[in-house]
């Protein structure tokens, strides 16, 4: 084990690497910790100024747009310069406060997100139940201001909340993780970033998904971490290979996931329970959790899907896929452009306002 030395008062010290590397993580955690606890107190502070400049602008209504132009050129030269309060940004602020009427939700839910991220929310969500579980999943995944308008525009409350997904984890998985699992889906997913063939096979299917797999990864959710393709498996002198293998963190099991360019049969449903099996008696340790079967398809028949599913002895859900040119009507209007798919996978950035100094 290396030591590292040092003087102090004229005398040697010996310490212990280890030691010495563990001692410096804990404080550069507590400086991360203590900077995370600084932004999120400003945030908070900037959501409530704004929610509170809003109502009184509410209460003022009867003066008209005029009032807000004032107020804005006033603003201006009180406080030359301060940004955040263009005239844009202070009907921000009015349509803020008409939305979120309730202080203790903003102070409590809203203030979480920045500014940019709740004007997102408020411009395209019309649902209050629709917009407190966008703000939700932004905190829990981190989600940059980029990422939080893709999962907007593909309708992934739609897809992951209100579908009725096809699935038999309820009959095969333990309750809390029948439940986990049927909330990480969503169907159909949108791999938008890889154009559709009608003569496309799975395997150019599964090498472009490859190719791209941070947006493959973005689209599956938070917790998918990728073990490989085409992942080997030996059964009974055998080679078995699945189409793609990863690990959710959260649910603490190998997902295994089989791509399918035609409609689903449900021949299919009984090699992903085998691969299932396989999966479970080679990879599997005492501390993993049952693995989880994901068939992804381009067409379904939700009936003869719940057939073929009925039976199988281990836990299987059955989504749709679409590729650019086959989106739904709902997506279309909605695409994003190349670059917003080059925006789409960075980090969440800390954003604390969105500086609107243009008048609309």
């Known amino acids: 084990m290396k030591k590292y030395t040092s003087k102090k008062d004229g005398d040697m010290m ?25 932004i999120k107190s400003v945030n908070t502070e900037l959501i409530l100024l704004y929610w509170n400049i809003g109502n009184v602008i509410l209460k003022n209504s009867e003066w008209g747009n005029k009032f807000i132009d004032t107020l804005a050129k006033d603003i201006k030269m009180e406080f030359p310069t301060l940004k955040g309060f263009s005239v844009r940004n202070l009907k921000y602020m009015r349509k803020f406060a008409e939305i979120y009427t309730d202080f203790e939700f903003v102070q409590t839910v809203s203030a979480q997100i920045t500014w940019s991220h709740n004007i997102e929310i408020i411009n395209k969500v019309k649902s209050h139940n629709e917009r407190k579980w966008y703000i939700q999943k932004t905190v829990e995944n981190g989600w940059s201001l ?8 593909t309708n992934l409350y739609k897809r992951q909340v209100l579908v009725d997904k096809t699935t038999n984890y309820e009959k095969n998985l333990p309750k809390i993780q029948s439940t986990l699992a ?12 890889i154009t559709f063939r009608d003569d496309m096979l799975e395997v150019e299917l599964e090498k472009e998904l490859v190719k791209q797999v941070t947006k493959l990864l973005l689209e599956l959710g938070s917790g998918f971490a990728f073990v490989g393709n085409q992942y080997h498996l030996e059964v009974a002198g055998e080679d078995f290979y699945i189409d793609l293998l990863f690990y959710h963190l959260k649910l603490k099991c190998y997902v295994v996931i089989e791509l399918k360019t035609g409609k689903f049969v449900p021949e299919y449903a009984g090699k992903l329970n085998f691969y299932l099996s396989a999966v479970d008696d080679i990879l599997k340790t005492e501390q993993d959790n049952p693995t989880i079967g994901l068939l992804l398809c381009r067409e379904k028949n939700k009936l003869i899907a719940e057939y073929a599913l009925k039976d199988m002895t281990k836990p299987i859900g059955v989504s749709e896929c679409k590729l650019f040119e086959e989106l739904p009507e709902e997506f279309e209007d909605t695409l994003p452009t190349i670059e917003d798919l080059e925006n789409r996978i960075s980090c969440f950035d800390g954003e604390i306002l969105m500086d609107e100094d243009e008048d609309e």
């Open 14 to 38: 010996l310490i212990n690497e280890n030691d010495y590397f563990k001692t410096i993580q804990v404080i550069k955690e507590q400086i991360q910790s203590s900077q995370y606890r600084a």
């Open 146 to 153: 980029n990422i939080l308008a893709h999962q907007i525009q």
């Open 182 to 193: 049927k909330g990480i889906l969503k169907d159909p997913y949108i791999f938008d970033f």
